[in-house]
């Protein structure tokens, strides 16, 4: 957890030539800009301008001017990069020419649903999440092809599984960069792999998701493969989920808050919501062709140890967590935990308490025929009319979003 004096410390005794301050537009894409030494006081101080009107979905060319102010908690050296004249990376917080935060940056719009949380329910998210990835080779001239990087299944190992050290390339730079995996393995589709991640805060969970695509794509690249996201790249074959897990923690000097187990209301408030903020978890149309296929849900529901329903709470007496098993890697992960921390807070604070657990195979389809119930939207567009029609979005995310 640097301060600027330190970040500036280390650049100037670390042999730091380029800095690179990174930020996300409205989808979660990651962009970025590098400076040199020299301006990183500057940029500390009153921030780097950027062209917003270049950012799709931000500003038109009349009011373009924006500005990016580094993190500097969030240094990191990337380590691919050359240990003489090394290349350093933070995130960083969008302003507008005054110096207020940008309506539309997704970073400082999460950060003030974790402050929101504390303040009002005196607890902290804790987050950990499973990304899912295919690796395809990539034909003589570059491209993607359809072929996968290798044929083998759920937990395989090597030599069927070709995944095994590129899993270990990606593990060992996230640690380099800060950041501790918790497990690697190869998935159940073919060329399909996944990495779970220790909890964190919301916001820590969030930078390291980007993080995490970023070294995925940059390991691939350099193994000549192509690593897809998308909630859906093979049809008939299991789809990338993101699950995130939640739990959380009391804040220091906020005692009320470790005395009754919030996980309950938690849990209302997330399938009170969910249909609304779907649009978000499940950004893309072939985002619909995952759900209620191949293990991922469809039905708005909660189980014990069910991993056919929308939210599992796992049987561990030691575990107080929910897992939730909707979103997909594409999802802009800032926004997508900012209205799910507000749903839980709207379910703490009304004391929402969810409904009955499910206990049948809702992939059955004989039972899913009988279900009553409510299925999550089908298409992009139906999930983008329940967001459009959402007052509780309309509160959370503000006219402007």
């Known amino acids: 957890m640097y301060t600027q004096e330190e970040v500036l410390d280390f650049v100037n005794e670390e042999d730091v030539k380029f800095i690179r301050l990174a930020f996300f537009d409205l989808t979660g894409k990651q962009k970025n800009i ?27 060319p009349q009011k373009s001017e924006l500005y990016l102010l580094p993190d500097p908690s969030t240094l990191a050296i990337i380590p ?8 350093v990376r933070m995130f960083c917080n969008i302003l507008t020419p005054d110096g207020t935060p940008y309506a539309k940056d997704s970073r400082t719009i999460l950060q003030n649903a974790c ?20 690796l395809f080779k990539l034909d003589e001239k570059g491209e993607p092809t359809t072929e996968t990087f290798d044929k083998a299944g759920y937990m395989d190992i090597a030599p069927e599984d070709h995944g095994e050290n590129i899993r270990r390339e990606i593990c060992f730079t996230l640690e380099q960069m800060g950041i501790t995996p918790e497990a690697s393995h190869h ?26 695509k970023w070294i995925v794509n940059t390991k691939a690249a350099s193994n000549g493969l192509y690593a897809d996201f998308s909630p859906k790249p093979i049809a008939g074959e299991a789809g990338n989920g993101m699950h995130i897990n939640i739990s959380y923690r009391p804040v220091a000097g906020k005692v009320d808050a470790g005395n009754e187990n919030l996980l309950p209301n938690i849990l209302g408030g997330i399938l009170k919501h969910i249909g609304e903020i779907t649009y978000f978890l499940n950004p893309v149309e072939n985002s619909y062709n995952r759900l209620g296929a191949s293990k991922a849900p469809e039905y708005i529901s909660w189980g014990k140890e069910n991993r056919s329903t929308l939210i599992r709470v796992p049987s561990s007496k030691n575990a107080k967590r929910l897992e939730l ?15 799910i921390i507000n749903a839980a807070i709207e379910g703490i604070k009304n004391k929402i308490e969810p409904p009955a657990a499910t206990e049948e195979n809702l992939f059955d389809e004989a039972i899913a025929k009988q279900t009553t119930l409510t299925a999550l939207p089908k298409s992009l567009t139906e999930a983008k009319r329940l967001a459009l029609n959402s007052e509780f979005i309309k509160a959370v995310l ?4």
């Open 325 to 339: 098993r909707s979103p997909d890697p594409l999802c802009n992960t800032y926004l997508s935990l900012t209205l």
């Open 398 to 401: 503000g006219p402007v979003l």
């Open 34 to 60: 590098s400076i040199m030494p020299g301006e990183l006081q500057r940029a500390f101080e009153h921030g780097i301008p950027f062209d917003a009107s270049a950012i799709e979905g931000f500003e038109g």
């Open 187 to 212: 998935e159940e589709g073919p060329g399909q792999n996944e990495i779970d991640f220790h909890y964190s805060d919301a916001l820590t969970a969030a930078d390291n998701v980007a993080t995490f």
């Open 115 to 134: 402050q929101r949380l504390k303040d009002e329910c005196g607890i902290e998210m804790m987050v950990g999440t499973e990304v899912e990835f295919y």
């Open 80 to 87: 691919w990069r050359p240990a003489t004249g090394k290349v």
